[in-house]
């Protein structure tokens, strides 16, 4: 059956708050462990579901949606590839007692345009159906991404903060959009000085705003990396439970930063000793939920790596003229940088205001 976009609207529109077991708890679940299709304004949409081994249908489990960046899939975060851990380094870290359901989706284009809003009526989709079918603590739902899965993180805690608990945002910009984005919501972001694709400007007005809506202290002066390792600031005067925390480092666009002297990608630690603090709230209540937005159609899981397939350029670059690197900015309303990319990628339009050499 497929429900038309109204219908998804008004639905998105009556979303739970924070604070109840959801519906799936104590039922036989359906969702396994695979690959799953939505249809959103006429579009078949994909994602990922990775249940804990032991899942037990009475226990209510974190839900953490994982985004991946310009040019990847969800294919490539839940195996893990292109320089990112699968899932992000999250799921060692969150066993036992802690133990969540990851969601991987899949972006249009390769992308989180969210034209129209429609990546996050996908989100309120993928919430909805994976909430009736098993058991998620509704007021511990997280996302994370890198670069454009960080733009979508962000946009979700903007659309529907009464949805979401915390999110971590890594090296991103607002390239999906804030629609909303007056509410508060917990926030973990880390950017590198260097980052040659998002500037670490474009990380600072993301964070701004979360800083602000948290009733957070603002930072003065801005910190700086600490030589080769990363600088982790915990804001001061955040409002209760909505707290802020920002990490700098030296260095360039990339999820698996690490430390001087170290080989372990600091995201996935940061990250969840920044979620680790929140606990359930009143999952003893039992409101009522309405019906899933979407039934979904489970596939066999395909979770072999593949690479990633770049979306097709819009634009051709001029020629002649300083170059853009390979993932840099090169066009977009307002943009007075070069317009050419080095020999290999091409100009791509992502909107109206960001291109991106790919």
């Known amino acids: 059956m497929q429900l038309s976009t109204l219908t998804l609207l008004a639905l998105a529109s009556a979303a739970p708050v924070l604070g109840a077991r959801s519906p799936g ?4 679940p359906t969702i396994r462990s695979g690959e799953y299709t939505a249809q959103i304004n006429g579009k078949n949409r994909q994602y990922i579901v990775r249940l804990p081994d032991s899942y037990n249908s009475n226990q209510a489990y974190r839900l953490v949606f994982t985004f991946h960046a310009l040019g990847g899939d969800h294919r490539q975060i839940a195996n893990g590839g292109g320089g990112t851990l699968s899932y992000y380094g999250l799921p060692p870290l969150m066993t036992g007692n802690n133990s969540a359901i990851f ?17 996050v009526t996908f989100v309120d989709t993928m919430v909805r159906t994976i909430e009736n079918d098993l058991c998620v603590e509704q007021s511990l739902r997280f996302a994370t991404g890198f670069s454009y899965g960080g733009a979508m993180s962000y946009a979700w805690a903007c659309a529907r903060p009464d949805d979401v608990r915390a999110i971590s945002v890594l090296s991103s910009a607002v390239l999906s959009g804030c629609a909303g984005g007056t509410k508060p919501v917990a926030y973990y972001h880390q950017h590198g000085t260097r980052d040659s694709v998002l500037s670490i400007q474009m990380g600072r007005q993301m964070r701004d705003r979360f800083v602000q809506n948290n009733g957070c202290t603002h930072l003065n002066p801005e910190p700086q990396p600490n030589g080769g390792r990363s600088t982790k600031t915990r804001y001061s005067g955040c409002l209760p439970d909505k707290p802020a925390t920002w990490v700098i480092f030296d260095g360039d666009h990339n999820p698996s930063q690490t430390d001087q002297g170290s080989n372990t990608p600091f995201a996935p630690g940061n990250t969840w000793e920044f979620w680790s603090q929140f ?3 009143n999952s003893d209540g039992n409101p009522t939920q309405p019906q899933p937005t979407q039934p979904t159609t ?14 097709q350029p819009t634009q051709q670059p001029p020629v002649n003229e300083p170059t853009t690197p390979k993932w840099g900015q090169c066009g977009g ?3 007075n940088g070069p317009k050419a990319c080095v020999s290999g990628s091409t100009c791509t339009r992502l909107n109206d205001y960001y291109w991106q050499c790919l």
């Open 279 to 281: 606990q359930a709230k």
């Open 333 to 335: 309303n307002g943009w």
């Open 103 to 119: 969601v991987s989706p899949n972006g249009l284009n390769n992308g989180w345009a969210n034209k129209g809003g429609e990546d």
């Open 25 to 28: 708890c104590g039922n036989t």
């Open 298 to 311: 489970p596939t066999q899981p395909q979770l072999t790596t593949q690479p990633p397939v770049n979306p």
